[in-house]
């Protein structure tokens, strides 16, 4: 009798465990926070990003092939032929991602990425990693024929797609 109610009670006590372990990346609480927390870009000198608010619910994104919009029309500011181009933001399996890069002179000298995953501290500690490494390869390459950062795909994916429409908007190539 005493095994039996040992095996019961640890039985129970294993079942509580699992039911009560989140496996869920996209929750909808942790939408609502992202949504009222204010917007922040990242820097390519290798801060870390914070979350910025994302346009549409976790419920929206459940399809796993990746969607662009069409861009926006390019930003002048008046210092010496320097304008900003925003990409179109790429709707990805994890989140949205949008990349804006601004030109001088034909060349770019920013990368910011406005718009990136950021639903729980998963993809927070993901795109803390990878976004620095994309905007400095960006930087560098002059253009998307930059490395996918590994542990950070889709979003990689993302951010080239948009990172394209930017460059196709500054005609770049």
Known sequence: MR???????????ALVLLFSYRTSTNSAVGTAVAAT?????PTTTGATPTPSASSSSAATKSSS???????ASPTATK?????????????????????????????????????YPNGNGR???????????????????QGANIDTVSGATVTSDGYLQSLQAALDAAHLG
């Open 3 to 13: 095994r039996i109610t040992l095996w019961l009670f640890s039985t129970i006590a």
């Open 37 to 41: 927390a204010p917007a922040t870009q």
């Open 65 to 71: 092939s990746p969607k662009s919009t069409a861009p």
């Open 79 to 115: 210092t010496s032929s320097t304008k900003t181009y925003p990409g179109s933001t790429a709707s990805t399996r994890w989140g949205d991602v949008q990349v804006t890069i601004t030109v001088t002179n034909g060349k770019i000298t920013d990368v910011q990425v406005p718009v």
């Open 123 to 141: 993809d927070q500690e993901i795109n803390a990693y990878a976004l620095p490494i994309l905007t400095q390869e960006t930087l560098q390459a």
